[in-house]
């Protein structure tokens, strides 16, 4: 294998014009001019990571951020009983390890391939480099930066004002409108995580997110389908009706 340090830059890639496709597409750089995209794909490099890999440590300095081009990762911070709380969960278009470049301070959480990934890399130069001469690049990292303030709020919130079935549903709805579909018998989650995934994005433990569904499958709120899960008209209406989103 090549090490990544002599990999050559984006712009002898022949997949350039994918990935010029893919930044097009992302929320930092859309609607992006044709000569910021030329400037991204002459400074960006290529990087992959196989799965389980942990590609950016907690605490560690921070001198590149990344563009996600294929599989998944997540943000997790560890706790010292080694359970994980999984702040976020990333796609491809997706970009992560700027702030440690914005703040100039060491990396905020773990970033953990769920897959094997590819990506897009820029230096802490090359991202400073585009943003002197590209200011809406940074407008639209600022909108992408306080999207996921909120969400964090949300989540400060839910861990401090909701009981543990409360947060399981928030999250299995906020997963279903991601990739789901509605159905007439409710909202269908494709890929339901298992319970230890649910654990950690839930903010407790496998038994607890265990008892808890199974008796939310027993009260018919929940229906398992195979790898796949309803959430019930009835969860839902329940939901609605509880608290504002
Ligand atoms: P950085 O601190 O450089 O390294 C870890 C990265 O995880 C961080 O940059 C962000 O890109 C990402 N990150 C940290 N916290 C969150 C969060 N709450 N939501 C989404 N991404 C996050």
Redesign the pocket.
């Known amino acids: 294998m090549i090490p990544n340090a002599q990999r050559p830059a984006l712009t002898d890639d022949p997949k350039i014009d994918r990935y010029r496709a893919l930044l097009a597409q992302t929320a930092i750089f859309k609607g992006a001019t044709q000569a910021a995209l030329e400037d991204l794909a002459r400074r960006l490099q290529v990087r992959t990571r196989p799965a389980g890999s942990i590609i950016?440590a907690h605490e560690d300095p921070?001198d590149a951020m990344f563009i996600l081009v294929s599989g998944r990762a997540k943000?997790a911070l560890f706790g010292d009983n080694g359970r994980e709380l999984t702040?976020?969960e990333l796609k491809p278009g997706d970009f992560?390890?700027?702030?440690?470049?914005l703040d100039d301070r060491p990396?905020?959480?773990n970033?953990v391939a769920i897959d094997d990934v590819t990506m897009l890399m820029l230096t802490r130069e090359a991202f400073a480099g585009h943003l002197r001469s590209h200011g809406q690049t940074a407008i639209n990292m600022l909108g992408e930066l306080t999207r996921?303030l909120r969400?964090?709020d949300e989540t400060i919130a839910s861990l401090a004002l909701h009981d543990v079935e409360s947060r399981l549903t928030r999250t299995l709805e906020r997963l279903a409108r991601e990739d789901g579909e509605a159905t007439d018998a409710g909202l269908l989650l494709r890929r339901r995580p298992t319970q230890q995934d649910l654990a950690n994005m839930v903010g407790s433990c496998r038994e607890t997110i265990s008892r808890t569904f199974t008796s939310m499958v027993k009260r018919g709120l929940l229906v398992p389908r195979g790898r796949a899960l309803v959430l019930t008209r009835a969860l839902l209406d329940r939901r609605a009706a509880a608290v504002p989103a």
């Open positions: 950016v921070g943000v702040l976020t992560f390890g700027e702030m440690s470049l990396r905020s959480a970033v996921r969400r964090a």
